[in-house]
């Protein structure tokens, strides 16, 4: 909707990592929850950085118009 709603002055991008930290205050029961989402698996912090840097770097994804 901010897409719509600001483009094309403004671009928007959006990371969706899914599960990558554990949870605070609970058993890290993410391997088992992983077995029942379509990846099938618990990401990493460093897969939230290279989607950044992606987005920073990428002269097809400007940030500045």
Same mark, same amino acid.
């Given at each position: 909707? @901010? @897409?719509? @709603?600001?483009?094309?002055?403004?671009?928007?991008?959006?990371?969706?990592?899914?599960?990558i930290l554990p949870p605070v205050n609970r058993p890290d029961d993410r391997k088992a929850r992983a077995a029942k989402i379509?990846?099938?698996?618990?990401?990493?912090?460093?897969?939230?950085?290279?989607?950044?840097?992606?987005?920073?770097?990428?002269?097809?994804?400007?940030?500045?118009?």
């Amino acid at each position: 909707m @901010a @897409a719509v @709603a600001w483009g094309p002055k403004i671009r928007v991008n959006g990371i969706s990592p899914g599960m990558i930290l554990p949870p605070v205050n609970r058993p890290d029961d993410r391997k088992a929850r992983a077995a029942k989402i379509p990846l099938r698996r618990v990401g990493d912090p460093k897969y939230i950085v290279q989607t950044l840097q992606f987005l920073l770097t990428n002269d097809y994804v400007p940030v500045r118009s």
